[in-house]
């Protein structure tokens, strides 16, 4: 595939598929690592002088534009981390008339910010037309979007079909560096943790990370179904029976490949879920072999996180997507954050893979101490399915 290293873009005018779908609260960005994230990428093409025409969605806009999902308040943050006007073409169908304008007056080095590709219906079912439209402002399309990878939309995919001049960004070419290694060419031992609530969501990234790892941490709510299936009862806590068959097959799985299934031993307790979800709780722990009928497993306790960590530190290569309990707690978020320790102290080269697990080594402030946080949720989960993404695919193939 091509990079941007691969030219220098002076006087091109060029589109960069950027994924600025940040946390909002109020019309507030609350969380701008996303657009940190694209920075070298717009930074190397200001100083190459070209035309930098930045596009990205956000949210999930149903009815087509709607205020609150406005991109103008990324254009402001833009502005003042590149220290130059950001120019936000503010039109409802994206490519109009002040786009257009705001096109054909820029200069060598400026930078123009389109409006939500969303407000666009077209965008999500990939349709010609809006891809002809975004390609009609360029000469050259880079593809930076790694948190929209998985999606096939025109912004992301169908643009390519008319703009021959394609290449992917440095943010594009990190994660697929990091996570492509981690995942295909891991220095060993390697081991995966996953966590999250719901086993549904990882099936395939389980069966996909048997294949690869030589330890297979499963910690968060969808451990229960696991535990359920070797047998024991789990009280109130989460638990997907229509999964347990599949769980039988993918101990199974490890066993036939030899990969070491590491399950919870003891799991810290609530009688009730917390309500709101930071409320205080007490917490009672006990072995997963005698979870009582009336409580709910809410974390991994310490026999666990003594075991998790232990693994880490043998390992040479750690991925993890998922938290261990409910991390929004501040009380049952202990499993959650001796593991963000462990790979924290660990020698190892160490992957978040995006979503809820990345958010939580921020909010513990050991982001600096990780080799690597992936910028995708969706997409890395997806990645690490051994999926061919879209966005990834049509730059590869062109
Ligand atoms: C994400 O936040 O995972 C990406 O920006 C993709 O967003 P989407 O799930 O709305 O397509």
């Known amino acids: 595939k091509k990079t941007i290293d691969d030219q220098n873009y002076c006087g091109k005018k060029v589109l960069v598929r950027c994924d600025f779908n940040v946390p909002m609260k109020d019309g507030v960005i609350t969380n701008e690592n996303r657009i940190n994230a694209a920075l070298p990428t717009i930074q190397k093409l200001v100083n190459d002088g070209a035309k930098v025409i930045l596009c990205s969605h956000l949210g999930k806009p149903k009815n087509g534009p709607e205020a609150k999902f406005s991109l103008a308040p990324v254009a402001v943050a833009l502005s003042a981390k590149l220290g130059k006007t950001v120019v936000f073409a503010d039109d409802d169908n994206v490519v109009g008339e002040n786009a257009k304008a705001a096109v054909a007056a820029m200069n060598n080095g400026d930078v123009v910010l389109l409006q939500n590709t969303r407000f666009r219906k077209e965008e999500t079912k990939n349709l010609p037309e809006f891809s002809q439209d975004l390609a009609s402002l360029a000469d050259a399309y880079v593809d930076d979007a790694f948190g929209s990878c998985h999606r096939a939309h025109c912004s992301t995919a169908g643009v390519t079909d008319y703009i021959k001049d394609t290449a992917v960004g ?7 560096k990091y996570l492509g290694n981690a995942v295909n060419d891991p220095v060993r031992p390697f081991t995966a943790i996953l966590g999250g609530a719901k086993v549904a969501d990882k099936l395939n990234v389980i069966s996909n990370l048997l294949e690869k790892v030589d330890t297979l941490i499963i910690g968060g709510g969808m451990a229960y179904t696991f535990i359920k299936a070797q047998g024991y009862e789990v009280g109130k806590s989460l638990c997907d029976d229509s999964k347990l068959d599949y769980c039988k097959e993918m101990m199974a ?3 036939e490949k030899g990969v070491k299934l590491l399950l919870p031993v003891d799991t810290a307790c609530v009688e009730n879920f917390p309500d709101p979800i930071d409320a205080p709780v007490e917490t009672t722990v ?12 809410c974390d991994i306790g310490p026999e666990t996180m003594k075991l998790f960590a232990d693994a880490v530190k043998a ?3 750690v991925v993890w997507n998922g938290p261990m309990g409910v991390f929004e707690n501040p009380t049952l978020a202990a499993g959650t954050l001796a593991v963000a320790k462990a790979m924290a102290e660990s020698d190892a080269t160490t992957v978040i893979g995006g979503g809820d697990s990345a958010a939580a080594v921020q909010q513990m402030g050991l982001g600096d101490k990780m080799t690597h946080i992936s910028t995708g949720g969706g997409a890395s989960l997806e990645y690490l399915e051994g999926k061919e993404l879209p966005g990834i695919a049509v730059i590869q193939n062109a």
């Open 170 to 176: 440095y943010l594009m070419e990190k994660e697929i």
């Open 286 to 297: 006990v072995p997963v072999t005698a979870i009582p009928a009336d409580m709910e497993g």
């Open 315 to 317: 390992s040479k290569t």
């Open 253 to 255: 799985k490890a066993q």
